[in-house]
């Protein structure tokens, strides 16, 4: 038995399959495209996955489904909302994950993972939940996540975690809050994940953005990237 | 109780035993273990629905 929640997830969580105009999930090239993609992202990346993915107890097929769906393995630099690389993390989101990890998750950091991200980002030593990061900490952050791969995927998997123990209830934690969450903000979407909510549920509920719901069918739906990994 | 009825119960025990691993298997087949927790692969009797998501 792990130190973390359980997860239990089901794969594809419905059936509908993600289609915009004539782009569409459930196509031989989108599905060939696809599963390459998460092949590139294993092969590329999957020491820095295994490695984090142990550490926060969180299986490399999440992972990849996530690297996949968020930047298709490609090391992005920031776009207009400031995510960047292959997680697409926000410095922002990075500052949230460090400095309120013991009130949401509820134990602290590894010394493993302390130390990695002390070491990659120095101004998170004093991190302060209370004060909001300066500009030079957001720089820190920024270019730490675009310049090193193995701390994009730390990070974004130390923040999966932490959406999974955001997200929890009872014994067992919900992915698809953890992915309308990881998408549109944990803060934009607490209030109204709250309870027992389906994927279903929540892909024809309007109020949840738009790409988000898209983000979802991307992951859970039918060909979507978790069915496509685990149809293997 | 004699050598036979010992022998029956033996058989008797393992093949419970072996029944109950098999129905345990066949209720979790589509049940697999993942780092921290599990994934159900479910399948679904219709095709999926393809249709776009509207605002």
Redesign the interface.
């Known amino acids: 038995m792990?130190k973390?929640t359980?997860?239990?997830?089901?794969?594809?969580?419905v059936?509908?399959?993600f289609?915009?105009?004539n782009y569409?999930y459930?196509s031989p090239e989108v599905i060939k495209g696809n599963k390459a993609i998460m092949d590139s992202v294993y092969k590329n990346f999957g020491t820095f996955i295994n490695t984090w993915?142990?550490e926060f107890?969180?299986?490399?097929?999440?992972i990849i489904g996530f690297i996949s769906t968020e930047s298709g393995g490609k090391n992005a630099p920031p776009n207009q909302f400031d995510a960047t690389g292959l997680m697409q993390m926000t410095p922002n989101t990075v500052w949230e994950v460090l400095s309120k990890w013991k009130t949401i998750v509820g134990s602290p950091l590894s010394n493993k993972a302390t130390s990695f991200f002390n070491k990659e980002i120095p101004s998170s030593k004093n991190y302060n939940p209370n004060v909001l990061p300066t500009t030079a900490v957001k720089n820190e952050i920024r270019l730490a996540l675009q310049k090193n791969p193995e701390f994009n995927i730390a990070i974004g998997t130390a923040n999966l975690r932490w959406l999974l123990e955001a997200f929890k209830s009872g014994n067992?934690?919900d992915i698809n809050k953890v992915m309308v969450s990881y998408n549109a903000g944990y803060y934009a979407m607490r209030n109204k994940v709250k309870g027992n909510i389906t994927t279903e549920q929540i892909?024809n509920n309007?109020s949840f953005p738009?790409e988000s719901?898209?983000y979802l069918?991307k992951m859970l739906?039918?060909?979507g990237f978790?069915d496509l990994w685990?149809k293997k | 109780m004699t050598k036979a009825q010992k022998i029956l119960l033996v058989v008797g025990i393992l093949g419970i035993a072996f029944g109950g691993f098999v129905l345990a298997k066949y209720l979790t087949r589509n049940v697999?273990k993942?780092?921290?927790?599990?994934?159900?692969?479910?399948t679904?009797d219709?095709p999926?629905?393809?249709?776009?998501?509207?605002?």
């Open positions: 792990g973390y359980t997860l239990a997830i089901k794969v594809p969580d059936n509908r399959s289609a915009q105009g569409k459930s993915g142990i107890e969180i299986d490399d097929s999440i067992t934690a892909i309007k738009l719901r898209g069918l739906g039918v060909n978790l685990f | 697999r993942i780092r921290g927790g599990t994934v159900t692969l479910q679904y219709a999926p629905s393809e249709e776009p998501l509207s605002e």
